[in-house]
T-cell receptor, first 111, second 114 residues
Framework: GIQVEQSPPDLILQEGANSTLRCNFS?????LQWFHQNPWGQLINLFY???GTKQNGRLSATTVATERYSLLYISSSQTTDSGVYFC?????????????FGEGTQLTVNP | DGGITQSPKYLFRKEGQNVTLSCEQN?????MYWYRQDPGQGLRLIYY???????QKGDIAEGYSVSREKKESFPLTVTSAQKNPTAFYLC?????????????FGPGTRLTVT
């Protein structure tokens, strides 16, 4: 099945810093989503981005489907950005909508 | 308010007992999913259903069962056959069938079996 690798596994920032999170996947995809898991476990949808670039406030994401990677940019980070960021994909050959998750990037933003 | 609800938030059971986790959505979504998350790991798919009265096994279906009798409800039963049931369980739904639907998640149920 498709493999999803996220890097870095852990990231510690000072408030106000910028960061880039990366997601590599091993095969063509129909669907790619970025999520933020807060300390209570809730998964919050950030982007649905199988290709192209999207922006939402301080966050933006780019997926280059032909090169099989996606990037999540966080600018002017805040302590509330802390948590785990997941990338998840649906492989091109999959008949259903089975999301395969990466292991996540644990982000800590210090005041 | 539209959304996905899961109950209870925390659940404790003794080994050997079956337990059913509830998932309800009022988003009028066709597809629903159950995922399991272990500490420090990503989510893994247990079962999914793209339409009422139909469901498919995911990657880790052994020891679990589901039903989809109503569009808005997709309960998950963790049976005594599940070797390591203690985990965080998340339910999701999608408004489109197939691979193109964006999935939205409920708040999760933390199950502890001792």
């Amino acid at each position: 099945g498709i493999q999803v690798e996220q890097s870095p596994p852990d990231l510690i920032l000072q408030e106000g810093a910028n960061s880039t999170l990366r997601c590599n996947f091993s095969d063509s995809v129909n669907n790619l989503q970025w999520f933020h898991q807060n300390p209570w476990g809730q998964l919050i949808n950030l982007f649905y981005i199988p290709s192209g670039t999207k922006q939402n406030g301080r966050l933006s994401a780019t997926t280059v489907a032909t090169e099989r990677y996606s990037l999540l940019y966080i600018s002017s980070s805040q302590t509330t950005d802390s948590g785990v960021y997941f990338c998840a994909v649906v492989a091109w050959e999959t008949s259903g909508s089975r999301l395969t998750f990466g292991e996540g990037t644990q982000l800590t933003v210090n005041p | 308010d539209g959304g996905i609800t899961q109950s209870p938030k925390y659940l404790f059971r003794k080994e050997g007992q079956n337990v059913t986790l509830s998932c309800e959505q009022n988003l009028n979504h066709d597809a629903m999913y159950w995922y399991r998350q272990d500490p420090g790991q990503g989510l893994r798919l247990i079962y999914y259903s793209q339409i009422v009265n139909d469901f498919q096994k995911g990657d880790i279906a052994e020891g679990y069962s589901v039903s989809r009798e109503k569009k808005e409800s997709f309960p998950l039963t963790v049976t005594s056959a599940q070797k390591n049931p203690t985990a965080f369980y998340l339910c999701a739904s999608s408004g489109r069938q197939g691979a193109l639907g964006e999935q939205y998640f409920g708040p999760g149920t933390r199950l502890t079996v001792t």
